[in-house]
């Protein structure tokens, strides 16, 4: 079946610090691979998404690179700032419009 | 545009007791799912409508809990009776279309059985 793993948090961060969030998947076939973005108190947002192996998701400074060879789809930000700070969800669709989620990744970014 | 509303935003309730979610989805989008958060865990998928028809309902625990979409646009999700272990966030999403589309979802619905 599907799976995604991501580490565990928290990650807390100083403001500027350079952040990179694990995540691996097990899956059949060929996955898109999603980062979702949870802020205190909202709902679950798109970050960002890549379709197929080697496509790269951007958006708000954070980047994802689609790596089949090693399942992963590794989320990172060159400079963190404390308006960062949330849970942030890997997963994958691999069937119609299903997503799996992996168990999130609290980061907290600190002034 | 409206994003996906849920209500209500927090519920309590004793065991034993029902408790109902609804969920109004963005205009124009068939695809509607119930996730299940629970705390320090990434969602579940509890059901995913087409339309009005229930194509995924394989992780609804149907002694229990019951869905239902009527006319394709609203969504309710109900639990009777209501025990300890539910306890958690319910969130609703909504898309446009099959396929590697986006998600998007409500605030969720938290409820605390006692």
């Known amino acids: 079946g599907n799976s995604v793993t991501q580490m565990e948090g928290p990650v807390t961060l100083s403001e500027e610090a350079f952040l990179t969030i694990n995540c691996t998947y097990t899956a059949t076939g060929y996955p898109s691979l999603f980062w979702y973005v949870q802020y205190p108190g909202e709902g679950l947002q798109l970050l960002l998404k890549a379709t197929k192996a080697d496509d790269k998701g951007s958006n708000k400074g954070f980047e994802a690179t689609y790596r089949k060879e090693t399942t992963s789809f590794h989320l990172e930000k060159g400079s963190v700032q404390v308006s960062d700070s949330a849970v942030y969800f890997c997963?994958?669709?691999?069937?119609?419009?299903?997503?799996?989620f992996g168990g999130g990744t609290r980061l907290m970014v600190k002034p | 545009e409206a994003g996906v509303v849920q209500s209500p935003r927090y519920k309590i309730i004793e065991k034993k007791q029902p408790v109902a979610f609804w969920c109004n989805p963005i205009?124009?989008?068939?695809?509607l799912y119930w996730y299940l958060q629970n705390l320090g865990q990434g969602p579940e998928l509890l059901i995913r409508y087409e339309n009005e028809e229930a194509v995924d309902d394989s992780q609804l625990p149907k002694d229990r809990f019951s869905a239902e979409r009527l006319k394709g646009v609203d969504s309710t999700l109900k639990i009777q009776p209501a025990e300890l272990g539910d306890s958690a966030v319910y969130l609703c999403?909504?898309?446009?279309?099959?396929?590697?589309?986006?998600?998007?979802f409500g605030e969720g619905s938290r409820l605390t059985v006692l």
């Open positions: 205009s124009g989008h068939n695809t």
């Open positions: 999403a909504s898309s446009l279309a099959r396929g590697p589309g986006e998600l998007f």
């Open positions: 997963a994958l669709n691999n069937a119609g419009n299903m997503l799996t």
